[in-house]
């Protein structure tokens, strides 16, 4: 039973993705007095890019070909990991949040190779790009996640969640850094506005979108899955690490319903700053990045040490 | 015009011999022998003047060879006559840098060598026809010899640099974008720019080619489509080239009215720009609202002119539709609504501290180097060149109006953006002007009556288009044909700069230091 709604959940998560990627894109457009595509839009496209023959470079080797499915798994494992309406998965014991990173790594990882593989100029400019700011992020990241699983004194992200909701709705100084430190982070990650433009056509102003510039057909709709899926996860783990409040602790239909409908009240929240933020400002010189990432570390070390300072005594 | 007699007494005393002689109240012509044709441009360059077109025709078994330049206002259109069986000239690209690339389309077109040319590799010639071939000399037909599948083009040597962490980025010339085609070849360390080289003439229509022999009309159709964003402009400079040469003066009524076209063109244009440049730094917002007021402009253009862009409402001798006196009550309307629209947008966009910080220092174009290349319109305006057709050799019905030039000096992005806007403003003005201007005059002719111009009579049209000062050349053969037409965009000057403006800047933020400069490929490539 228990696997069974572990697998649910992550079937759950992949297909909703999309969703939450044309709901961002509808905020934005009415943020800009324009009428947005219809909310099956994203879906519409990644069909009909299954359905497109790939194009692959003679140059090419076998990884550009299995970096898209890596990629795609890497997110799903990732996604096991994440409660995203029940905590106590099986899934999820089976792996905590320094797994998750790794995952996520792990995807990146091959997502650079895949860049540098097909010997464009872009994809070489967008992975050594994407690995400068990761290389800035993932500690950023570590250091957010690890205030938390301090006061849990767990690294299992269900263990965690239950800490946060057996104490009731306490402020945590610590658990404030942390929540922006993550913000800034995720918003790194998932390259949006004002770290990367997931809308341009500017090649020499790409991160993201240059690693993946060669593909094509179903290799693109997989990598565009998979980084609406990063997206969704990053938007879950910030939702439900922070703010657990109506997640299902136990597997009945009820809980379960009323965990989904919390779920997306969070990630409507979540979107709507978002997409706000992305209006507002334009997109940062690519040297401010490090500054940006800075601040981010520089929140989560703050959240830690005023965890060790003022929580951790009691 | 004493520094005309001051100049000429330095050419005198340096055995240059001038005939003189005059096309316009501000165009002169002066001839001088072929061997002098560097030596010129170097007084030329100690007196200041401004380098501003270079072409050339064939005329029978001659070549006539010309560089027009200009200082306050003033022109001179150079010209030297040299032997088709010798086709040699020294070459004025080692003064002027701005002579360049012109000299090098001179000598694709008309195999005409330049002497010491700095840089003899072709520019406009991209393996479609043989490099022995020479498309506007007259032995070459007009439909050329088109081959199935053009040889791809291998020995063009870019730049080259060498050292540790050096890498080159090739881009184009097919973008990811719908922009028009061009190849950027960067060299760079880490994200830092050490060299761009631009190499453009993918959008080479053999625009001249195909203008000999037209008439009147057909080349002002031609003109329309050297470059679409700017219809109006350049018909207007070929048509001013062409009533020069027939003698012919456009009714008033006419000028007012191409007035009018122009400074909505310019606001058109400069609408999409502004709202280009914020959308290059992914601020969608200015982006999005600036589009929409282009098509509210634009949508008008059609509404009261019959067409979007107004290509072809210029004619020969005076323009194609008349503004009436409902009209001009929705051209001043239209006017306030802009205003009051940008009147709450603008704010929005200068108070954006993340829009500040990528504008400001951004693409820096110095003065200095702004002048070394001739920069025209607001690029050169943005870096402290007052220059203006409009104000400094007014033509109808530009004498007639009070012109204000929008001037910046930090030759930033932000610059080129502010001055944009200015322009916008000075523009709505004129337009508020010509149209009361239009209410005091009697309803009259269109257009006026053509005379068949002698042959071999020419005319040079000097105006203002929105990215600046446009020079067109034409001459006519005998019975109304045309038998030589050269228009120079501004892009042709500004490309150059483009190419110091972005040293030292970054690679990504490249895309932005171009679009402020908004150059034509098609004008330039021709």
Redesign the interface.
Known sequence: MNWAIAIFQTVLFVALAPLLASFLKFC?CR????RAPSFLQPYRDLLKLTRKQPVISQDASWLFCVAPYIIFTMMILAATVIPLIAVDMPTSESADVIVLVGFFAFARFFLALAGLDIGT??G??GSSREMTISSLAEPAMLMAVFTITMTASNTDLSGAIHHILNEGATLHPSFVFALFALILVAVAETGR??VD?P???????MIHEAMI?EYSGRHLALIEWASQLKLMLYGVLIANLFFPWGIAQSFTIGALSFALVALVLKLIVLSVFLALAE??????????VQEYLGFAYLLGLLGMLSHIILESTR | MSWQNVFLTQLNEADIFVKTGSISPFVEIWEIDDKHWQDFAKIAFEFKLRWAAGFAEQIDDQFHVYACFETAGNYILLRATINVSKPEIPSQATVYAAANRSERHTHDMFGITFLNHPDPRCWTRHKVWKKSDHPLRHDFPVQGFPADVTPPDTDYHFVQSHGVGVYEIPVGPVHAGIIEPGHFRFQAVGELILNLEERLGYVHKGTEKIAEGRSPEGLAKLAARVSGDTCVSHTWAACMAMEQAAGVEIPKRAALIRGIFAERERIANHLGDLGAICNDVAFAFAFMQMMRLKELWCRSNYELFGHRFLMDKIIVGGVAVDVTEATSKFLLSDIEQLRAELADLMPAIDLNSSLEDRLYTAGYLSPETAAHFGTLGFVGRASGQNFDVRRDAPYAPYDSVKVKVALEDQGDIASRFWVRYKEINASMKLIKQFVEQLEQLPEGDLVANWKTPETGSYGLGIVDGWRGEIISYVRFAENNTIARFYPRDPSQLNWEALEKAVLNNIVPDFPVCNKSFNCSYSGNDL
Do not use: D, S
Request: proline residues 3%; glycine residues 4%; charged residues 20%.
């Open positions: 934005k943020l800009q007095n324009r100029a872009f070489g400019m506005i004002p433009n809308t341009t056509h500017l090649e020499l102003t510039l209006t507002v400002v334009a997109k940062m010189r690519l040297f401010r």
